[in-house]
């Protein structure tokens, strides 16, 4: 394997992990002044912490304990992710014509659809060292810049973030410059433009959205 096709599979494994790293850990907010009152450098410190601590708990590590480990990440992760802010975002233009309804079944099938996509991936993450560079803050949005470091590469992450309520969550994520929700934008607007919605609906729900070879940054 060439070390560009070794860096490309990192990115898809790495972001996928991550996907789920910046979601799990939460700061605890002043519902009073709706403000936070940790940072988001703090909150994806923290969230990373901790998901790196379950990851590497050997209690945890028998495959038996494989799915329930599973189960409850997937759990946090739906209290902790905002999907329909991504999804708004994936969708794009194509979100103002759904109805209420719609959008509802999207969002829960765009869930659905990331949990299988990338919940088996981050199994084999333990022992990577992050780096935090720096945040950048505009009103309600955070971005978080951070550095994956391992023995064989260092791959840019950045995270973004939105505030509501007081609280932060994370919305997209950009590995080594490359967005996932402007990844998966791509894509659905690909399907739609040469199928219709209801076919990216269809491929959500059979879980055969295929991945594009070739990201555009």
Known sequence: MTF??????????VCSLHL???I???PITSWASGQPTESPTAVVRATLTEVFRILEDPKLKDPAKLMPRRRLLEQVIGERFDYAEMSKRALAANWTPLTHDQRAEFVELFKAFLSDRYAGKIESYSGQRT?????????SYAEVRTRLVSSKVELPMDYR?????????AYDIIADGISLVKNYRSQFDKIIRSDSYDELV????????AEEKQETR
């Open 4 to 13: 560009t096709r070794h860096r490309r599979h990192l990115w898809a494994a």
């Open 20 to 22: 789920w790293l910046i």
């Open 24 to 26: 799990l850990s939460m």
């Open 131 to 139: 780096e935090y560079l720096s945040e950048r803050l505009e009103g």
């Open 161 to 169: 973030l939105i505030n509501k309520a007081g609280r932060w969550y």
């Open 202 to 209: 269809k491929r959500l729900r059979n879980r055969t959205l």
